[in-house]
């Protein structure tokens, strides 16, 4: 895990060089350092981003650079970006295919409470019946479990600012309901 | 309208597993336009001002211009409809989410999907002419489903609102597009659902984004060119009001006026960001040349803590002049409302009695409250409102951090379902919802086009859902009859002259009543959720009834992709 994160970290070295690129190749090379080669975050707190929803991809871009959302790592290299840089990131990102992080579906209990709860605050409406997300909502479906977790934690807190009606929606909804709503999520 | 927080029936009964892991991508956009060759002759104006008397065509999304959804044939009729089988099924690309209103021109027919896909078929084989697939943008910003309820037709165009906020003319032979017109941006939260008006050489247009501190408009645009004609914000730079304390029905909405005001003097009127977006299609008022239509609420949906005022023109019937878009009149119906139950269903023009007994011309619009509201056509007035249409307990409890108990939900009464009515009976048909919930508020400030509920409905787990069926005498306010269905009802309705109404159920029920007693004669399982007004017309001598079973984002049914009609031997 810790030499994971040092790879991972070391991505901060490579932005002096990403200001030089000019190929979308060239400039999501850097990306591979967390997010992985083979679309498999290289630790399970760092989002999957291929195969996401590029209108969700692209806001998060837009997110970094304007400071609506915070990270050490990611603010520095979206602040390189321009609006056309972003959209083309998350177009490329988009059609990579969605990896299987080999997540064991949820157990028919916990699943059933999820979909309860699911429900009850309205996910679907957003995220669509099969969680794929569409436009600017992502994709949940098979997302990492850890990742999940902590976005849903950092909602709650208000850490991840920059969408305070999933915010509202997670206060909302009981710490035990977001267990297994993070748990059937990455098993689909 | 509603939110993101609604009630799925799920919630309530458990039912409902999501299917599969691993899922492949949803079904959308793989398929490219395919042009083809609809023999269809040219709609002029004169065709559609006489749209409520052409049982031939099905021309506007409610029927016509005064949005009756009353079809004048009578084929199908009380006697019969029990003899009624399907046509033909005609399955699209897009299985999601079906809010399409089939219009049918001179034998060809034109439904929707979700996504914005167009397709014209054969009215009478079901068979594909030319295919429509919308090539979105990246960028999409919608509360409650990808949706799209349908197109209108005018000369040889067909006019599509779409997804990420543009305004198309499609050829309607074709399906080529003749013109594309930004209409808003979608990075800031709009979005089109609604089909639009065209009428006079004027497309109308309202916005979705409610939800997401846009200000909200009804445009009017030029049909020939695209090109904007006027613009109406539906929230006025002076959009504070009269600080009423009741609602249209006289209840007390328990607003804290001197705190409002305080927060008035400290940030200004907060018109801006204040939502109000038009989710359904205006009636014309072809003698007076006004249209008339409903705004739905203000943003952020929960929490009026930094909205001071009545939040003028949200949750108000409003009626403009076709050719300028200047303000006529308007009726609000909650001020200053917290709890998103707005006004979204569209108005119905018909003749009413009046306080006296005298019959004027009139305006109607059933609530997300479960009332439906008469008013006069003339200033907007409230003339009478109805009994409630399903159950109202705790009215107007303001939202909690912890979550209040009220009802309705947050989804009504009558959603964005369009009403009927049968002038001849003086009636009024509603399909409305029944979904316990707990209003809760959190406070945030404006998130740059993103999500801002100010809160969240949630369905009470273990509360049971339904729906129902009413038909209220809109010049008595009472109800005439009432069909409770198992769960809460969205899509819309359609009354005929056989003495019909036609609807369906997110469980894939569709069925015929008896328009006068509500009696079921007949019905049929679609396997999808039925979610869709239905359509009339008729083709070779026959009757035909059409209705969309896809099911439906916003209340989870049973997806599906299906469009199907259905005739008598």
């Known amino acids: 895990m810790f030499g994971k994160l040092m790879m991972c970290g070391a991505a901060l070295f490579l932005i002096a060089s990403q200001a030089r690129a000019e190929t979308i190749a060239e400039k999501v090379a850097v990306c ?157 | 309208m509603y939110v993101k927080g609604l009630a799925a029936f799920a919630a309530a009964v458990g039912v409902g597993l999501l299917s599969g892991a691993a899922i492949a991508q949803e079904v959308k956009q793989e398929k490219q336009s395919v042009l083809g060759n609809a023999n269809v002759s040219p709609v002029t104006q004169e065709q559609l001002n006489a749209a409520d008397k052409n049982s031939k065509d099905f021309l506007l999304t409610n029927g016509n211009y005064a949005q009756t959804r009353f079809y004048p044939g009578k084929q199908i009729g009380r006697d019969n409809v029990k003899n009624l089988h399907v046509a033909w099924i005609f399955q699209t690309d897009v299985k999601e989410s079906l809010e399409t209103s089939p219009i049918v021109v001179d034998g060809v027919m034109y439904v929707t999907t979700s996504f914005s896909h167009v397709y014209a078929l054969d009215a009478k084989t079901g068979q594909q ?60 939260g709009y979005s089109e659902t609604m089909a639009p008006t065209v009428v006079k050489d004027k497309v109308l247009i309202g916005t979705n984004g409610g939800e997401y501190g846009i200000r909200g408009f009804v445009r009017a645009y030029d049909a020939k060119t695209g090109k904007q004609l006027w613009n109406f914000n539906t929230i006025p730079e002076n959009s504070v009001g009269v ?71 949200t949750n108000s019937l409003v009626s403009l002049d076709l050719d300028t878009g200047k303000y006529v009149c308007h009726f609000q119906y909650i001020a200053h409302d917290v709890w998103d139950l707005d006004a979204v269903s569209p108005t119905v023009l018909v003749n009413v009695k009046d306080k006296d007994g005298k019959r004027i011309p009139g305006v109607i619009h059933a609530g997300k409250t479960g009332h439906i509201y008469v008013h006069d056509r003339k200033d ?150 039925v979610n869709a007004p239905p359509s009339s017309y008729m083709i070779g001598g026959k009757q035909y009834v059409v209705v969309g079973a896809g099911g439906n984002t916003q209340v989870d049914f049973k997806r599906g992709n299906n469009i199907i009609a259905f005739t008598l031997d």
């Open chain 2, 129 to 188: 002419l030319w295919h429509y697939a919308h090539k979105m943008g990246p960028i999409t910003v919608y509360c409650c489903g990808p949706n799209n309820r349908g197109i209108q037709v005018l000369g040889d165009r067909v006019y599509l609102a779409t997804l990420d906020s543009k305004l198309l003319a499609l050829n309607a032979k074709t399906g080529e597009v003749v013109w594309t017109t930004n209409i808003a941006d979608p990075e800031l």
């Open chain 1, 32 to 188: 591979t350092g967390c997010h992985g080669e083979d679309g498999k975050p290289v630790d399970k707190t760092i989002p999957t981003i291929w195969g996401q929803q590029a209108g969700y991809l692209y806001i998060q871009l837009r997110d970094f650079k304007r400071g609506d959302r915070k990270s050490e790592i990611m603010q520095p290299i979206a602040t390189q970006f321009e609006r056309d840089d972003m959209l083309a990131i998350a177009e490329y990102f988009s059609q990579k295919p969605w990896p299987d992080l080999g997540q064991p579906r949820a157990p028919k209990d916990v699943a059933a409470k999820a979909v309860s709860a699911s429900a009850s605050v309205g996910c679907p409406a957003c995220h669509l019946d099969r969680f794929q997300g569409d436009g600017t909502v992502p994709r949940l479906a098979g997302m990492g479990r850890d990742y999940l977790a902590k976005t849903i934690a950092d909602f709650r807190t208000r850490a991840r600012g920059n969408n305070p009606g999933m915010s509202d929606l997670m206060l909302a909804t009981s710490p035990d309901d977001l267990a297994a709503l993070v748990e059937y999520l990455a098993g689909l």
């Open chain 2, 243 to 313: 600080w009423a304390t009741k609602d249209a029905t006289g209840r007390d909405m328990h607003r804290n006026i001197q705190a409002e005001k305080d927060m008035l003097a400290k940030i200004g009127d907060p018109y801006a960001k204040l939502g109000g977006g038009v989710w359904q299609n205006p009636s014309v008022d072809l003698a007076t040349n006004r249209i008339y239509f409903v705004v739905g609420n203000p943003s952020p949906d929960l929490d009026g803590s930094n909205r001071p005022g009545d939040n003028l023109y």
């Open chain 2, 380 to 529: 907007c007035s409230l003339i009478r409102f109805s009994e409630t249409m399903v159950p109202q307990e705790n009215m107007w409890v303001l939202p909690t951090k912890e979550g209040a108990r009220m009802l309705p939900g947050a989804n009504g009464g009558v959603e964005w379902s369009p009403i009927a009515t049968d002038p001849g009976q003086e009636l009024a048909y509603a399909i409305n919802l029944h979904q316990p919930m707990h209003y809760r508020v959190e406070s945030s400030p404006y998130p740059n086009g993103k999500l801002w509920l100010g809160g969240a409905f949630t369905a009470i787990p273990g509360e049971q859902q339904s729906g129902n069926i009413t038909a209220v005498n809109y010049n008595t306010g009472k109800i005439k009859w009432q069909v409770k269905t198992p769960e809460p009802m969205i899509g819309g309705i359609l009354a005929t002259a056989g003495g019909l109404v036609f609807t369906g159920e997110g469980n894939g029920k569709f069925a015929a009543y008896n328009s006068s007693t509500g009696k079921e004669l007949w019905s049929f399982r679609a396997g999808a959720g």
